[in-house]
């Protein structure tokens, strides 16, 4: 039995864009995806892609500028990207919170160097 082959993701949009006669930076120039983005999805490199929710935008995009049906072309990203491979979103990116846990940390610490030093003085007094 033969198995049928169905276009990437990547093939798909290349596809497209060739039967428009147009080059990447001029399709980048037009629909304001960045350069990047537009060769690592026509060459189906999800890990050079951002998040998952802005990605998917700028798939529906691209699908509309080059007269394809968003929702099929999002269907098939998301069939080929492994769920492991999507990124954290940018509101809970590792930085946002190591930045929160300083002024905390500080806090914590400052309180227990005047917690020693208070016992320390009540033990000499004592004696």
């Not at 394809?68 to 990116?93: C, F, G, H, N, T």
């Not at 946002?96 to 227990?112: E, K, S």
Request: glycine share 4%; proline share 7%.
């Amino acid at each position: 039995m033969t198995e049928i082959h169905r276009p990437t993701l990547g093939e798909s949009l290349h596809a497209a864009r060739a039967r428009k006669r147009m080059k990447l930076p001029e399709v980048a120039e037009k629909t304001r995806i960045p350069l990047e983005r537009l060769e690592a999805l026509e060459t189906d490199r999800y890990g050079d892609l951002p998040d998952d929710v802005y990605l998917r935008g700028a798939i529906r995009n691209y699908a509309i500028f080059l007269g394809l049906d968003p929702d099929a072309m999002v269907a098939i990203y998301r069939a080929a990207r492994p769920q492991a491979e999507k990124r954290a979103p940018l509101s809970v990116a590792p930085t946002t919170r190591t930045v929160a846990l300083v002024p905390a940390t500080i806090g914590v610490l400052v309180l227990v160097v005047l917690i020693l030093v208070a016992l320390v003085l009540l033990h000499v007094i004592v004696l």
